[in-house]
């Protein structure tokens, strides 16, 4: 019915860059808060940033500074720009958001995840 598409996953060095992009696609009506997560091996799932609906943005203290999130209402999609990139940044990225599909309620939908590996 509603589905959340992750893209933008890859292999990058040390002090590089990416962009991942999250888009709501289907019977969407509304698409409220999302935001990113990401999981490593042996770790619990973590908070990375999020984005309410009018553009006001959280993030972990250990992104601060490196990462920016963003979001376009008219294509119910995220960003999430990463810049000088650690290899502790590694991990499978995810996307959550709160969506209403037509006629439905208000629920929370993950994405099926973007690997980010980060390395020499």
């Known amino acids: 019915q509603v589905q959340l598409v992750e893209s933008g996953g890859g292999l990058v060095q040390p002090g590089g860059s990416l962009r991942l992009s999250c888009a709501a696609s289907?019977?969407?009506?509304?698409?409220?808060?999302m935001d990113w997560y990401r999981q490593a091996p042996g770790k619990q799932r973590e908070l990375v940033a999020g984005?309410?609906?009018?553009?006001?943005?959280k993030y972990a203290d250990s992104v601060k500074g490196r990462f920016t999130t963003s979001r376009d209402n008219g294509k119910n999609t995220m960003y999430l720009q990463m810049s000088s990139l650690k290899p502790e940044d590694t991990a499978v990225y995810l996307c959550?958001?709160?969506?209403?599909?037509?006629?439905?309620?208000?629920?929370?939908?993950w994405g099926q995840g973007t690997q980010v590996t980060v390395s020499s």
């Open positions: 984005i309410t609906n009018s553009g006001l943005t």
């Open positions: 289907g019977s969407v009506v509304g698409v409220y808060n």
């Open positions: 959550n958001a709160a969506i209403r599909e037509f006629g439905g309620t208000l629920y929370n939908i």
